[in-house]
Structures are given as structure tokens and as C-alpha cells.
């Protein structure tokens, strides 16, 4: 994959960067699931203490679809951002993924 602006830049400053395609992506897909999980639950958590009522039958899907964005926006260009199980074994049942990346998405 061709490295973007943002990719570059980060290298300019840090000086290092994961050659392992594989650990990269593995790292990107841990990276996205803890967004996801983190701001999905922060949502359902702040429904919960400030007890909105009505307000939290829209703001909990809203809220963990935002979460799922998230997650897309931070591993979406480097794994697929599947941040699922059953979608890494589904992927790699039909083909479109290697058997022996699935242990590392998983």
C-alpha cells in the first residue's frame, strides 16, 4: 500500500514504523476494536449515570454508530477494519482472506 500524508509525516516525526505487513494490520485491528469498545461503551455508560430517559432510545444506536465509524476511520486503511470475528472467519471461508491471517485478526 502507498503510504498517505498523514503515514509520512508520522514517520517524519517518530523515524519508525512496522515494516511486518501482518503485525501492522493486526495492530491496526486491535487499535480499531479498542475504539470501538471504548466509545460504544462510554455512550451506553453516560446514558446510564445522567439517567436521559426518552433521549437514550436515539442516543445509544447514534452513539455506537459513531463508535463504529471511528473504528473504520482508525483501521479502515490498513486491515479492512473488520473489528469482528465471524467477519474475519466469513472473509477468509470464501477466500478473500488467508487462513493464517485470521489468528492474527482474531
Known amino acids: 500500500m502507498k503510504p498517505n500524508t498523514v503515514t509520512r509525516a508520522w514517520r517524519q516525526v517518530t523515524g ?4 511486518n505487513t501482518l ?5 491496526a485491528e486491535m487499535v480499531g476494536t479498542l475504539v470501538l469498545t471504548l466509545v460504544g461503551d462510554c455512550v451506553l455508560a453516560s446514558l446510564a449515570v ?3 430517559g426518552s433521549v437514550g432510545l436515539a442516543a445509544a444506536p447514534l452513539g455506537w454508530g459513531l463508535a463504529v465509524f471511528l473504528g473504520v476511520l482508525v483501521a479502515g486503511g490498513v486491515s479492512g477494519a473488520h473489528m469482528n470475528p465471524a467477519v474475519t472467519v466469513a472473509l477468509a471461508t470464501i477466500g478473500k482472506l488467508g487462513w493464517c491471517n485470521v489468528l492474527a485478526y482474531v
Open 16 to 19: 519508525c514504523c512496522i515494516e
Open 23 to 27: 503485525a501492522r494490520q493486526a495492530l
Open 50 to 52: 445522567f439517567q436521559l
